[in-house]
Nanobody, 121 residues
């Protein structure tokens, strides 16, 4: 079994910061990429940022210059630093990973359970 467990969400004022973490655990052989998506009420889930095992990053336009994705490959952990937060960043943030299991099976789009980020004064 594999688990992606997010943490770090919460309530923050506009202009504030949060750091999200996602730990992948279980029978993992390697991780191709990890990323963060978000889903606001009444909206579709959208990519925020992702990062490959080689360190290549990709950001949504709304995240560029404010959010930073990083990994600790030794810990199978991906982080998302959220700075200069705005009310429109309010959403459930989901961790996503493309995995190779010890069995050799490829599991794309493995999802965590999500963590709520609320930006409000």
């Amino acid at each position: 079994q594999v688990q992606l467990v997010e943490s770090g969400g919460g309530l923050v004022q506009p202009g504030g910061s949060l750091r999200l973490s996602c730990v992948a655990s279980g029978s993992i052989s390697s991780i191709y990429s990890m990323g963060w998506y978000r889903q606001a009420p009444g909206k579709q889930r959208e990519l925020v940022a992702d990062i490959t095992s080689g360190g290549f990053t990709n950001y949504a336009d709304s995240a560029k210059g404010r959010f930073t994705i990083s990994t600790d490959n030794a810990k199978n952990t991906v982080y998302l630093q959220l700075d200069s937060l705005r009310p429109e960043d309010t959403a459930v943030y989901y961790c996503n990973a493309d995995l190779i299991l010890i069995s050799g099976d490829y599991y794309p789009d493995y999802w965590g359970q999500g963590t709520q980020v609320t930006v409000s004064s």
